[in-house]
């Protein structure tokens, strides 16, 4: 089975502008989580869908928006982009109903400058 | 309430040694208690899991032991290899909670 795959794996930004980030689950997992990992504040959850409905959020400002496609590939949207959102943005599935045994890809490297 | 601390922040070991890394949660709600290992360029993978109402659990070189009634579990590393160098981190899943808190990483060091 093939993993978790993130697109793209690097991604320049200004502030201001928008970025859109792709994950592909594992085949049969309908559980997909997104994560901000940053050296200062560790690995912070953003938001979890199942069979395209958000279940859960995380503490981040309303720029920071997901969704989930009937395939259960998910994508993430951070619009305004600010220098603080530079960050390796992980994507994890999971095969399981709750929210064990994650899968996680690689991540996308977001730069801001 | 939903933080899990870990410590320390980083840790160097001898080869064959012993890699011990601390985990303390607040929230009784969690009900599943995994860690991760993370190497550079790559994203965290499971490593082992547990639930609190086993005391403690074994796969390989790696353990689990969990205190239910301090709320602290710890990862042991036996026989630490050059190989088992990356970053840590324990986590936390309530039930019915579709999230998991992680704590703040490890980065271990196994000198050969």
């Known amino acids: 089975k093939a993993g978790v795959t993130q697109t793209p794996r690097y991604l320049i930004k200004t502030r201001g502008q928008q970025v859109t980030l792709s994950c592909s689950p594992i085949s049969g997992h309908r559980s997909v989580s997104w994560y901000q990992q940053t050296p200062g504040q560790g690995l912070q959850f953003l938001f979890e869908?199942?069979?395209?409905?958000?279940?859960n959020k995380g503490n981040f400002p309303g720029r920071f928006s997901g969704r989930q496609f009937s395939n259960s590939r998910s994508e993430m949207n951070v619009s305004t982009l600010e220098l603080g959102d530079s960050a390796l943005y992980l994507c994890?599935?999971?095969?399981?109903?709750?929210?064990?045994?994650?899968?996680f890809g690689s991540g996308t490297q977001l730069s801001v400058l | 309430q939903q933080q899990v601390k870990q410590s320390p922040q980083s840790l160097i070991v001898q080869k064959g040694g012993i890699s011990i890394i601390n985990c303390a949660y607040e929230?009784?709600?969690?009900?599943?208690f995994p860690w991760y290992q993370q190497f550079p360029g790559k994203g965290p993978a499971l490593l082992i899991a547990i639930r609190p109402d086993v005391s403690e659990k074994k796969e390989g070189r790696f353990t689990i032991s969990f205190n239910k009634s301090a709320k602290q579990f710890s990862l042991h590393i036996m026989d630490s290899q050059p190989g088992d160098s990356a970053t840590y981190f324990c986590a936390a899943s309530p039930t019915g909670g579709f999230k998991t808190i992680f704590g703040a990483g490890t980065r271990l060091f196994v000198k050969a």
């Open positions: 869908y199942f069979s395209e409905t958000q279940r």
């Open positions: 929230n009784t709600a969690f009900d599943y």
């Open positions: 994890a599935s999971s095969p399981m109903g709750g929210h064990e045994k994650l899968f």
